[in-house]
């Protein structure tokens, strides 16, 4: 098993950055994919970023190309999300999600993840 809580959530004017972190702890050598996901109220939950150890890949979403990064650290036990330029659409919940299994190109659904943790709210005001 393995678990996952997110912290670094804030509020920040438009324009701002906020830097999330989500740590892993239990069987975390088993993963192979860690990934960010965001629901804003009313809406579905939506891929962000995520990045793979073997092959290492990292992937975002259009919206977020050039103004968020997200890293992780050698051991697999911290991932991050460094989100820059914040815009009042980037308003969400954000999950950190993972999974012992690659998903073939499939790292923007969210069905493909066993491991979640419980969110952390991002608001952004104009």
């Known amino acids: 098993q393995v678990q996952l809580a997110e912290s670094g959530g804030g509020s920040v004017q438009a324009g701002g950055s906020l830097r999330l972190f989500c740590v892993a702890s239990?069987?975390?050598?088993?993963?192979?994919?860690m990934a960010w996901f965001r629901q804003a109220p009313g809406k579905e939950r939506e891929a962000v970023a995520s990045?793979?150890?073997?092959?290492?890949?990292?992937s975002y979403v259009d919206d977020v190309k050039g103004r968020f990064t997200i890293s992780q650290d050698n051991s697999k036990t911290t991932l991050y999300l460094q989100m820059n330029t914040l815009k009042p659409e980037d308003n969400a919940k954000y999950y950190c999600a993972a999974d012992p299994r690659l998903p073939s190109g499939r790292w923007g659904d969210s069905s493909v993840y066993d491991y979640w943790g419980q969110g952390t709210q991002v608001t952004v005001s104009a």
């Open positions: 239990g069987y975390t050598y088993r993963l192979s994919i």
């Open positions: 990045i793979s150890t073997a092959p290492r890949i990292i």
